[in-house]
């Protein structure tokens, strides 16, 4: 388990997971006078308890805030680690769609060691901006869903300049839109931008500044360019992603997401519905080789 983590502003630290592939994601600890907020929770139960074991030595208050930037498990399932009473915010249709989704994540990937997973969804929802104090900081969250799913939020600092951008944002790390929208993510990189920060801390992969805003805007016009041509060409998302060359985008982790990401701006193209999640999941390894994805939660 590598983890670093980075001052990258007064009493603000990026908790960053290497490698940052599948479910090794990255966390937020923002320390206030009598606590911390903690933006989102981790994969597993022992990744979320040694970030708890953080925010313990980093924040000398009881206070304890959880934001979550969307319901995927790898940003939520840590949420129980968290003492009762902790308020645990997200947008208003998260806790629905986390708790229909339940613990399917943990299925894909049965080998790992997840730990003793309880939901705990979130306690305090709002639909489009809240902006809380923690300590004397201001912290402003912001839905810009649908992206990487239909209700993405993200926690801007404005006075520091420093924004966790869940999995809006990828760093080295293919971005993933199949419970989203390309375009919207598209829409939503393009308000990140408008916010000037100069730390970016993404979902996944390492602290960076805001040139990771124009490589994820880069891979996913390329997408739509790619699904573009497969409509002429009559070609599925798989085949066109195994005719695709990569490119500039060779090195990012997790070139299977392709796949993914061609069904869903395939889909925007010529309107519909994307498939089942599973059925695409099952073309990402057969893209692979026929190996499931690395997973190394």
Same mark, same amino acid.
């Given at each position: 388990m590598t983890v670093e983590v980075r001052e990258v502003a007064d009493g603000v630290y990026a908790y960053e997971q290497a490698p940052g592939g599948w479910c %090794?994601? +990255?966390?937020g600890?923002?320390?206030?006078?009598?606590?911390?907020?903690? &933006?989102?929770t981790l994969s597993t139960i022992p990744r979320a308890r040694r970030l708890a074991e953080w925010v313990d030595k980093l924040a000398a208050g009881p206070g304890r805030t %959880?934001? +979550?930037?969307?319901?995927?498990?790898?940003h939520?399932?840590?949420?129980? &680690?968290?003492?009762?009473?902790t308020r645990i915010i997200a947008h208003e249709d998260m806790r629905s769609v986390m708790v229909t989704t339940g613990l399917a994540l943990t299925g894909l990937w049965p080998r790992v060691d997840w730990g003793e997973i309880e939901l705990r969804?979130?306690?305090?929802?709002?639909?489009?901006?809240l902006t809380l104090q923690v300590g004397e900081r201001q912290v402003e969250l912001i839905c810009v869903g649908p992206a990487h799913t239909g209700h993405d939020v993200v926690v801007w600092l404005p006075e520091e300049r420093v924004l966790f951008a869940g999995d809006i944002v990828m760093s080295g790390v293919t971005p993933f839109a199949l419970f989203g929208s390309v375009a919207g993510t598209l829409a939503a990189l393009d308000r990140l931008a408008e916010l000037e920060p100069e730390v970016v801390v993404g979902g996944h992969g390492p602290v960076a500044g805001p040139?990771?805003?124009?490589a994820n805007r880069d891979y996913l016009r390329w997408v739509q360019r790619l699904a573009a041509d497969a409509v002429d060409r009559r070609?599925?998302?798989?085949?066109?992603?195994?005719?695709?060359?990569?490119?500039?985008?060779?090195?990012?982790?997790?070139?299977?997401?392709?796949?993914?990401?061609?069904?869903?701006?395939?889909?925007?193209?010529?309107?519909?519905?994307?498939?089942d999640a599973m059925e695409i999941f099952a073309e990402l390894v057969a893209y692979n080789g026929g190996q499931l994805p690395t997973c190394l939660a």
């Open positions: %090794v994601s +990255n966390a600890i923002v320390v206030g006078g009598d606590g911390a907020l903690v &933006v989102d %959880v934001v +979550n930037t969307h319901f995927h498990g790898d939520a399932f840590g949420n129980q &680690v968290f003492p009762p009473g969804p979130p306690n305090v929802t709002f639909r489009d901006r040139e990771v805003i124009d070609l599925t998302p798989l085949q066109a992603a195994r005719r695709a060359d990569l490119g500039a985008f060779a090195d990012l982790l997790d070139a299977e997401r392709l796949v993914a990401n061609l069904h869903r701006a395939h889909e925007e193209l010529l309107g519909g519905h994307v498939r």
